[in-house]
Every structure is written in structure tokens, then in C-alpha cells.
């Protein structure tokens, strides 16, 4: 029985010993001869999403844009690359990420957006939220954030937040509203849903859709 035992014993250690090889295999590869030459996988493939930066310029397009809606004869919806919609929250965004966070980008995924940065570890308790597998992640690490739009109420809508990654660790499903809480600075409105990260929008916007690699936000119509 004991060998037995010491033989289960034996395949978890080196499970986990597997486990952590390869999520801090960036830090040992370089001394493997025969690994060097191994192209590592990156997020923007070929065919994959494209990120787009956050700049002023894209800011000023997706304002135009949006107060657009906000005229009388204006259009009933206005659609925008991602990377301008997350230029122009990008006041109430940065207010949602650790003060550290930098290279922030936004992408689309189907039904989804996508926004992410480079952030250290220390401006805020997320390794707590990752429990034991806080000692796989580096002190500064990408943190990859994707979901949907929803209307809060008039003037307040909020990003739902149904995916992340924390450098290459995905967060388990349950483990998002932890990790948002331990992110989110301030107290929050109420009616924000506990994987919401809630930022202000103009009254005359009622909607938002993610589809075919643009957001459409829908003007609000009169009743």
C-alpha cells in the first residue's frame, strides 16, 4: 500500500513540477540549446486579433463619433474600432487599472471586447486573488481583460468582465469577481454586477454591441 502511495505521490510532484516548467519556461528556455530556436506563441497571429493602442487621435474620432448621437438629426447608431472606443473611456478606464498600467490595447473577439495592459503586481492585491498559483506569475505581467457592454442606468454603463489572463494564467471563471475587487479603486455604483467595472457614458447612448471587429453604441430613442 505504501509503495503504492509513494508512487501517487510521486506523479503529483512532477504534475505540478510540469506545471510549473512551463509557465516560467520565458525565464529558463534561453539556457536550453536545443529550445532557443523555438518561435514562441504570441496572441497577435496570423488570422488572430489585432490590437489596436490607445492614442489621442483615435480618442478625438470616437468623441466625433459619439456625439453624433447626441444631435437631432443625428444617426441612430455609430460603429468604432476598438482601440478609439478605449481611447476615449480611457480617463474612466485608467481609473479601473493599477496605476502601473501602461501599453494598454483593445481588441475584439466576437461578442467580445478586449482590452489589455502591462501592470506590476505590486500596486495592487491580485497575486492574493490567485491563491497558490501566485508564485507562477512575475511582478509585472500582462493582464488581459475580455467581455460585453451593459447599460447600468442612463449616463453609467459597465464593461462585464467574462474572461482574463493574467500573463499566460487564465482566471477560472469564479475567481473574477475576486480579482476585479482587489482592481477596482473607489466605491462602486450600485446595480454594478460583481464581474462589472462601470464608467460613465453620455445620456443619449442606450447601447452597445461587439460584432465583426467594431463596437456599435445605439442612441437612445425618444419614447
Same mark, same amino acid.
Request: proline share 9%.
Given at each position: 500500500?505504501?509503495?503504492?502511495? &509513494?508512487?501517487?505521490?510521486?506523479?503529483?510532484?512532477?504534475?505540478?513540477?510540469?506545471?510549473?516548467?512551463?509557465?516560467? =519556461? !520565458? &525565464?529558463?528556455?534561453?539556457?536550453?540549446?536545443?529550445?532557443?530556436?523555438?518561435?514562441?506563441?504570441?496572441?497577435?497571429?496570423?488570422?488572430?486579433? @489585432?490590437? $489596436?493602442?490607445?492614442?489621442? !487621435?483615435?480618442?478625438?474620432?470616437? =468623441?466625433?463619433?459619439? $456625439?453624433?448621437? #447626441? @444631435?437631432?438629426?443625428?444617426?441612430?447608431?455609430?460603429?468604432?474600432?476598438?482601440?478609439?472606443?478605449?481611447?476615449?473611456?480611457?480617463?474612466?478606464?485608467?481609473?479601473?487599472?493599477?496605476?502601473?498600467?501602461?501599453?494598454?490595447?483593445?481588441?475584439?473577439?466576437?461578442?467580445?471586447?478586449?482590452?489589455?495592459?502591462?501592470?506590476?503586481?505590486? !500596486?495592487? @492585491?491580485?497575486? !492574493?486573488?490567485?491563491?497558490?498559483?501566485?508564485?507562477?506569475?512575475?511582478?509585472? $505581467?500582462?493582464?488581459?481583460?475580455?467581455?460585453?457592454?451593459?447599460?447600468? &442606468?442612463?449616463?453609467?454603463?459597465?464593461?462585464?468582465?467574462?474572461?482574463? &489572463?493574467?500573463?499566460?494564467?487564465?482566471?477560472? =471563471?469564479? #475567481?473574477?469577481?475576486?480579482?476585479?475587487?482587489?482592481? =477596482?479603486?473607489?466605491?462602486?455604483?450600485?446595480?454594478?454586477?460583481?464581474?462589472?467595472?462601470?464608467?460613465?457614458?453620455?445620456?443619449?447612448?442606450?447601447?452597445?454591441?461587439?460584432?465583426?471587429?467594431?463596437?456599435?453604441?445605439?442612441?437612445?430613442?425618444? @419614447?
Amino acid at each position: 500500500m505504501f509503495g503504492c502511495l &509513494r508512487r501517487i505521490v510521486f506523479l503529483v510532484v512532477l504534475c505540478v513540477a510540469a506545471i510549473a516548467a512551463y509557465l516560467t =519556461r !520565458d &525565464r529558463w528556455i534561453g539556457y536550453v540549446p536545443w529550445l532557443k530556436s523555438v518561435p514562441r506563441a504570441t496572441t497577435t497571429t496570423a488570422g488572430g486579433p @489585432k490590437w $489596436e493602442p490607445v492614442t489621442d !487621435d483615435g480618442a478625438a474620432r470616437a =468623441r466625433q463619433a459619439i $456625439e453624433s448621437l #447626441g @444631435k437631432r438629426n443625428g444617426p441612430v447608431f455609430v460603429s468604432l474600432a476598438p482601440g478609439d472606443l478605449a481611447s476615449y473611456f480611457y480617463i474612466a478606464l485608467a481609473q479601473q487599472l493599477p496605476p502601473s498600467a501602461d501599453s494598454i490595447q483593445a481588441s475584439t473577439t466576437g461578442s467580445r471586447m478586449y482590452v489589455r495592459a502591462v501592470i506590476s503586481l505590486d !500596486d495592487f @492585491k491580485a497575486a !492574493d486573488a490567485l491563491g497558490p498559483l501566485s508564485g507562477f506569475v512575475g511582478r509585472r $505581467e500582462p493582464l488581459q481583460m475580455g467581455g460585453t457592454f451593459a447599460l447600468v &442606468r442612463p449616463a453609467l454603463a459597465q464593461f462585464l468582465v467574462e474572461d482574463v &489572463r493574467l500573463g499566460e494564467l487564465p482566471i477560472p =471563471r469564479g #475567481g473574477i469577481p475576486k480579482l476585479l475587487r482587489q482592481i =477596482r479603486r473607489g466605491s462602486m455604483p450600485p446595480g454594478v454586477a460583481e464581474n462589472g467595472l462601470p464608467f460613465v457614458v453620455p445620456t443619449y447612448v442606450a447601447d452597445a454591441r461587439v460584432a465583426d471587429g467594431k463596437v456599435t453604441l445605439y442612441k437612445t430613442t425618444p @419614447k
